[in-house]
């Protein structure tokens, strides 16, 4: 396989937890390579290493052996306080429990990780037009002063989403993204998805239990005892 020096390099990952008895290995040695612009779904039963992998990939764990590059940066060579600016730069999360702050709005919610110490801002009037813009494009402008507890499901989800993309990361990642969604807000949630990792032109990884969605991807792979392979 070529390195992608503009993108996503793992290489041989392994995560072990110690336990009384022998380690408890969740993730054995694996390898992938994802370039921008390009998107995979991971399937897998539970407590295969999905969510485990998807915590390394965005710097949240570190691995007990491995390496893992991010456009050619190995995020764990950083200080903590760097690792924390990289992530926030670098990196959009969206987990299938939105973590939106129920006292701020949906706009204040996006706006959210441009605020946090160390990050180079371009500027609050800029800014606050791109969440606004990404608000948007998920359907939600004109609530954009609606705070989570006046939102459904699917609304918070969008915040999320739209939250992720604010600092136009390099490498988006999603835990279950339509896992609390029913079928009409799953659907519009993984195009959203789609559409906007596109025009971001980012690496999309997605952790789903869903078929439907993963079809969705030219890219596949299974989690099987913490091994992936890829899908036909």
Excluded: W
């Excluded at 893992?68 to 990196?91: H, T």
């Excluded at 009037?125 to 002063?145: C, F, T």
């Excluded at 998805?193 to 991807?217: D, G, Y």
Aim: proline share 6%; hydrophobic share 40%.
């Amino acid at each position: 396989m070529t390195p992608y020096l503009q993108g996503l390099l793992v290489r041989e990952l392994r995560k072990e937890y110690v336990t009384r008895g022998d380690p408890l290995v969740v993730l054995r040695n694996i390898s992938l390579e994802i370039g921008p612009g390009e998107a995979m779904a991971i399937m897998g039963p539970s407590g295969s290493g999905k969510s485990t992998l998807l915590h390394l990939l965005g710097t949240l764990d570190r691995p007990t052996a491995g390496s893992i590059s991010i456009n050619g940066k190995n995020p764990f060579e950083f200080s903590e306080a760097d690792l924390a600016v990289f992530r926030n730069r670098e990196i959009g999360l969206v987990f299938q429990d939105h973590h939106l702050l129920p006292q701020c709005s949906a706009l204040e919610n996006v706006l959210i990780p441009t605020l946090k110490p160390g990050q180079v801002k371009e500027g609050t009037g800029i800014m606050e037009a791109r969440a606004m813009n990404l608000l948007d494009q998920v359907g939600l402008a004109k609530r954009s002063d609606y705070r989570p507890p006046e939102l459904s499901g699917g609304e918070r989800q969008r915040v999320a989403l739209a939250r992720s993309l604010i600092n136009r990361p390099r490498l988006i990642l999603a835990d279950e993204p339509t896992g609390n969604l029913d079928r009409a807000n799953a659907e519009a949630m993984t195009d959203l998805l789609i559409k906007l990792h596109q025009e971001e032109k980012a690496i999309l990884v997605v952790v789903t239990h869903s078929l439907n969605l993963a079809n969705r991807f030219s890219r596949k792979g299974e989690m099987l005892d913490g091994s992936l392979r890829d899908m036909i």
